[in-house]
């Protein structure tokens, strides 16, 4: 158990839709980090915060946005959803940005039907 | 931009051989390579990481090297056991205040032993 909880472990929805997920870090870390794992894309940096602001920001695509509450977890949205957005969706946090190693969570597959 | 190449995309070998894995990264900044492993459906799973003042690093079986004039590091697995058939993920990142810590991960290598 990484402490790093992601819910829900699986969400399948519809194209055109909106869906939420949630992470919570592991207790004391202040960064959150956001990754989308597709077959063919392997593993994606997507978003990143810390202490609740944004830090750095990678291919991610308009349609999805995110942040990061006071009580420090963090929620990536996403939506008008397309097919090819169907993926793992990996959240993981350390201390601080310059802290590593980085503790993912197991989580959110997502398939868009 | 940061980009980090990773070689074989599949590797077969059969137990109790060698298993390397190769990465190549463009960003001169990078001072921190993790390797995971990721088995299907799972979470990556950290087996060993090295910083930039390290030339070498193992833990038992798994040992990385880093040649940071280069811009390469390498996993090396002896003795490998069915147990390791899993995706490896190499990765490249900063690390310390001045950096922002994400993840740059190279394709993935599928590893299969064979028993």
């Known amino acids: 158990d990484s402490g790093v909880t992601q819910t829900p472990k699986h969400l399948i929805t519809a194209t055109g839709q909106r869906v939420t997920l949630r992470c919570s870090p592991r207790?004391?870390?202040?960064?959150v980090y956001w990754y989308q794992q597709s077959l063919d894309q392997g593993l994606q940096f997507l978003i990143q915060y810390y202490n609740g602001e944004e830090r750095a920001k990678g291919n991610i695509l308009e349609r999805f946005s995110a942040q990061q509450f006071p009580d420090l977890h963090s929620e990536l949205n996403l939506s008008s959803l397309e097919l090819g957005d169907s993926a793992l969706y990996f959240c993981?946090?350390?201390?601080?940005?310059?802290?590593?190693?980085?503790?993912f969570g197991d989580g959110t597959r997502l398939s868009i039907l | 931009g940061e980009n980090v190449e990773q070689h074989p995309s599949t590797l077969s070998v059969q137990e109790g051989d060698s298993a390397v894995i190769k990465c190549t990264y463009s960003d001169s900044a990078s001072n921190y390579f993790p390797w995971y492993k990721q088995e299907l459906g799972k979470r990556p799973q950290l087996i060993i990481d090295i910083r930039s003042n390290v030339g070498e690093k193992k833990d038992q079986r798994i040992a990385v090297t880093l040649n940071k004039t280069a811009k390469h590091f390498s996993l090396h697995i002896t003795e490998t056991q069915p147990e390791d058939s899993a995706v490896y993920f190499c990765?490249?990142?900063?690390?310390?205040?001045?950096?922002?810590?994400?993840?740059?991960f190279g394709q993935g290598t599928t590893l299969q032993v064979k028993p």
């Open positions: 207790s004391g870390d202040l960064s």
């Open positions: 990765a490249a990142s900063g690390s310390g205040s001045s950096n922002t810590g994400k993840l740059i």
């Open positions: 993981a946090s350390s201390v601080d940005p310059g802290d590593q190693p980085q503790h």
